[in-house]
């Protein structure tokens, strides 16, 4: 009897944290299924950066990281995990990529650090993401549907100049641009080069900043540097200030179910951001 791969049974386990005890059809319905599953699931974070590890992106690390070792990630990480849980489970999906807006104008030229997916079904394009932070998208978008869209938490829309899309989300009453992309496809290095900006380069906001973010039915829970909230969709936001490291790493375990990782880098860097917030 032949034993199953590490992929396999790494994928198996995924399933299961995502609530399958076998694998579903290649359908619209498990395309948002397992969107929404997983960002409830695995928190996007940055804790790795913060303590100058590297951020390997090879398939069996990021299973390690996330599925083993308790963490979460960010979108060169969990996206391509998801990828390649889509591709097992046998969608027509692929990477690509895109330039993040969000906090800026919508049309400003930002560097391409946002990884995502596209997938097709039944002749149809949608948009995949499980990780652009507070306001990852929960449920799948169509990609050449240009009005709003429902998803199990805010609604979307996509609009589209010049050969590229540009996603938003309303907040309130306000439609917020979140990041830029483009349908060209990606290497391996596409994706290296983008994350060795984000994890390495001085001007990443991921060098100067504690980001992590998980959702949760009707809600979306976020920490940057010191400042926690609980944002109701629909309602108000819960927002309070951490201003010791213990309380920090308290939350990081209880309100996003991280394992944190102990390197000597790791707490008097949290220390400082938790100073300078």
Known sequence: MSQDSPNLTH????????GYDSPPAPTLETLAQLQLRHVCTFAFENLSVLAQ???????????QKVLF?????????LNQMFLALLQELGFDARGITGRVVIG????????RTHRLSLVTLAGVRYI?????????????LQLDNLAPQATAHEPYRLTLKDGSYTLWAQVGEEWRGLYVF?????????????NWYVSTHPDSPFIKQLKVALIGPG?????????????????DSEK??????????????EAFGLRVPKHPQLRPRLAQLLADS
């Open 128 to 140: 995949s993401d499980v990780a652009f932070g507070g306001m990852v998208p929960s449920s799948p």
């Open 182 to 194: 483009d349908l060209q496809p990606q290497s391996h290095f596409d994706y290296e080069l983008g």
């Open 11 to 18: 994928s198996r386990l995924y399933l299961q944290r995502l």
């Open 219 to 235: 809600l979306r829970r976020t920490l940057n540097n010191g400042n926690y909230a609980v944002h109701h969709v629909g309602g």
């Open 240 to 253: 309070r200030s951490i201003t010791d490291v213990d309380q920090l790493l308290e939350l990081l375990r």
């Open 53 to 63: 590890l590297p951020v390997p992106l090879d398939l069996a690390s990021i299973e």
């Open 104 to 111: 800026g104008p919508p049309d400003a030229h930002t560097p």
């Open 69 to 77: 070792d308790g963490r979460g990630g960010y979108c060169y990480e």
